[in-house]
T-cell receptor
Framework: DAGITQSPRHKVTETGTPVTLRCHQT?????MYWYRQDPGHGLRLIHY???????DKGEVSDGYSVSRSKTEDFLLTLESATSSQTSVYFC???????????FGQGTRLTVV | QKEVEQNSGPLSVPEGAIASLNCTYSDRVSQSFFWYRQYSGKSPELIMS????GDKEDGRFTAQLNKASQYVSLLIRDSQPSDSATYLCAVITGGGNKLTFGTGTQLKVEL
């Protein structure tokens, strides 16, 4: 398995609180991605990074921010969590342009 | 128009049959295409990648790419109950290595 660790694996939080999910990789891969997965919607891209401090928005970026201050870590922040952000979040990494990505184990987030 | 489209299924096939999964994409300049398999409650895992027009075979799996028609397919020969899963088509679109997924097709292989 690719060296990808997501933390926490499970989290329950209250509406309106900030939440940060962490994706840590030991592969020195350039590209990192955050997705959310909901029934009927497949994997939807939230944000992605193509290098340290280089990030861009995906199709469902509203309400989310990211930071990548070093190669190995990609943080996803929900500034003020809402119930609609209850989901399973996956991080993925890719080493080279136009090549496959590998996924972390996922984080199940519940906003109550 | 969605960037990557798949029929959600479920697609049911009998054991030993060929399962055919299809995917279309909208970005004509896309160069890289992938199929992932995802079991319930698990992470997606890569099963095939394809970059050139034509067929690519790996064991019981064959990926087919037709860039002119913007169409990617996955054939699974001799389907087994263990192949029952959701199959996700993914395409690298736009700049920055943006990886976009379809909604997935649920495959059920019946005994």
């Amino acid at each position: 398995d690719a060296g990808i660790t997501q933390s926490p694996r499970h989290k329950v939080t209250e509406t309106g609180t900030p939440v940060t999910l962490r994706c840590h990789q030991t592969e020195n891969h350039r590209y990192m991605y955050w997705y959310r997965q909901d029934p009927g919607h497949g994997l939807r891209l939230i944000h992605y990074s193509y290098g340290v401090k280089d990030t861009d928005k995906g199709e469902v970026s509203d309400g989310y921010s990211v930071s990548r201050s070093k190669t190995e870590d990609f943080l996803l922040t929900l500034e003020s969590a809402t119930s609609s952000q209850t989901s399973v979040y996956f991080c993925a990494i890719s080493g080279y342009e136009n090549t496959e990505a590998f996924f972390g184990q996922g984080t199940r987030l519940t906003v109550v | 128009q969605k960037e990557v489209e798949q029929n959600s299924g479920p697609l049911s096939v009998p054991e030993g049959a060929i399962a055919s999964l299809n995917c279309t994409y909208s970005d004509r300049v896309s160069q890289s295409f992938f199929w992932y398999r995802q079991y319930s409650g698990k992470s997606p895992e890569l099963i095939m990648s394809i970059y050139s027009n034509g067929d690519k075979e790996d064991g019981r799996f064959t990926a087919q790419l037709n860039k002119a028609s913007q169409y990617v397919s996955l054939l699974i020969r001799d389907s087994q109950p263990s192949d029952s899963a959701t199959y996700l088509c993914a395409v690298i679109t736009g700049g920055g290595n943006k990886l976009t997924f379809g909604t997935g097709t649920q495959l059920k292989v019946e005994l």
